[in-house]
């Protein structure tokens, strides 16, 4: 959908609420070049937000909308957690419908979008949180991705269930004591990513979001894979800050505290060699472009 | 595209896009002998659906299956077998949220393992038909005809029909899409038949011809946004009720549940319209009668024949939606009926119990026979029951 399908209909205009008429004048819709630096210089896909103060999962939620390389045709699906308070506020059409049925309502969508627009890319993005993709939803994750549905996951792990007030997940770390696991959670952290890699993914990758660039170059390559060749699925951990008792201005801290070489979320990304030989074709293209381009304003 | 503007055309399939109602009552009809299941195969060909999902579960499989064909065939878009009913109805939904006509099949423990998704399909408006060929729920394990599991899905807010017969399945399942995708409905309407009974026993059908099919489904129709990025709004809430524990929040769930029970109430005109009535009465008049839905109304009409060699009137009406129930239909037809039999295929009765609350004089209604577990219910059972009823009555009324 481009900017001329919501263009707010004169009459209408000064009723309509001004985040809207901001988005439909200045989001980026439409702009081949978008990406993280966007952030704070344009009209962003998200409002508000209802998360705690300090919540890294509210960053990472800008980083992911601020990259999708085709929002306008992009359709996002959530589950239940604290990324549900977020998706009421986000400007791309997006589902919410139960706990941990992401990957199968994201089957259902893409295959529909397919069929009902042959001539043109539309785009789903599952995003939820680590309760939603590795317990509750576990094998609606891997089975979509058994299938090969086109479609890039996002985990936001945040090591436990948030909005249900810390209680264990299949993602938080051994020996955690949270709730529900009042001794101490008794087994490891559950490698979605490798089980990603063994059930098909053709784009893994798995980050903090301390890093703007890396996060964009991901969401950019799973994307993109996801709807040329097949599911892709990123991990990106958004720390609880208030369930691992953080105050709100450490939650970048913990992030970098998390990723250095050995840590739980050092930088992994695997990529298929299907997905290698595609992913490099956009890469020599883009330099083409781009040295095109300079070249042209030598002249 | 309005979809009536494609009367006329043809679809991909070389098959005539037709009005509901041509399909429906004029096209010329010729007879077949067929299961219920090929029923089913032989709806979804005319009715131009985008997307279906399947899962095995007895008896509802073989109808699975042969839809599959279709999409084989090219008269479906999209077709597969999903991991599980849970997932199933997901993918069911997000297929519906972006647009699709859907269809899809379930029975018994399926429809329980769908369950959650039920009430999230009536309260996101999507119109998907599920026809449920019901079947008993564990344990023990069982793979017979039993209607419980329609009392556990009353109040999701989806439209609930019964057909009797193969021609009624038929009919119905034709009609179900014309009406769950009406603008002021919008609702998912599951079409049951009593497992094996419907499915696996043939019957004659009269069924239209092949090269016609339904006017298409129009996403664009819906009351609520359609989820592939081509409509406006782009974003869904200003100030999300979510989480938040204000007035507003509860009214807003509130007064939705209450606008999706009232979509429901207004498929009336349109269910009348398509399907006949929402009952059927026959000799009403008589001050015995026996109410019920689905096939354990065949074997009802068969005791009534056995009654009436006996000198006994007895007189049927036919519950065809159960979900909206048809409280002024069943009021006005019951209300000079001096006893009540409602027969039914399931251990709790609660047809007898819909009825109940919706009729002055409820100790008129006497809840049974039953059977359950796939025990058949021969007229014989319903005749004794009514004479050993009506005679235990009549002595309690003479000491
Ligand atoms: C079927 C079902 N079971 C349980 C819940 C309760 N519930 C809501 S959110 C949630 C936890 C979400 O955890 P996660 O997916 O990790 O997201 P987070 O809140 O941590 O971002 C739970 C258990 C529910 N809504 N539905
Ligand atoms: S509970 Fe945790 S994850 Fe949820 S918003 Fe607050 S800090 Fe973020
Ligand atoms: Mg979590």
Redesign the pocket.
Known sequence: MGKEKIKINDEFYDIMPPEYQELVEEATYGKESRGWKDVGEAKELIEEHS??AG?P?SIAFRYVLACLPKPEDTVMVGSTG?TS?VFPHVAVHNIHSLFGNQNAIASGLKRTLALRFPEKVKDVVVLAGDGATVDIGLDMTLQSWFRQEKFTTICFD?ELY??TGGQESGLMQKGFVGKMAPAGKKFDKVPLPEIARNSGCHYVAVMTVSKPNRVEKAIRNAILVAREIGPTYIQLY?P????IGKQMMEGLQEMRDSEGPGKRFEFKEYVSDEAKVFLDEMDAERKRKKKALRAARAK | MDPKSLVGTFNKKGQKIVEPEYLLFEAPRTQHFMTGSEVVKEAIRRASIDVSIAYPITPQSEAAALVGELYVEGYVGEYFRGENEFAVMSECAGASFGGARVFTTTSGPGTLRAYENFPMWAGSRLPIVINVMVRGVNSPLSIQPDTLEIGMILETGMLIWHAETAQEFLDFLLASFIVAEEPDVHLPVAVCIDGFFVSHTKDMVMMPPADIALTPYDPYRSPVPCMDMEVPPIRMMRDPFVMKSNYISYATHASWQQEVRAACERSRKHTIRLIGGLIEEENADAEILIVSSGTAVAQGREAVRLLAEEGVDVGIVKIKTIRPFPHQEVRQALRNAKHIFVPEFNVAGWMAREIKACIPDNDRVYAGPHVAGGMTMPPEVIVEEIKKVLSGRKEAVHG
Request: aromatic fraction near 0%.
């Open positions: 998360l705690c919540c999962e604290c308070l945040n948030a909005n958004t609880c800050i208030l369930e």
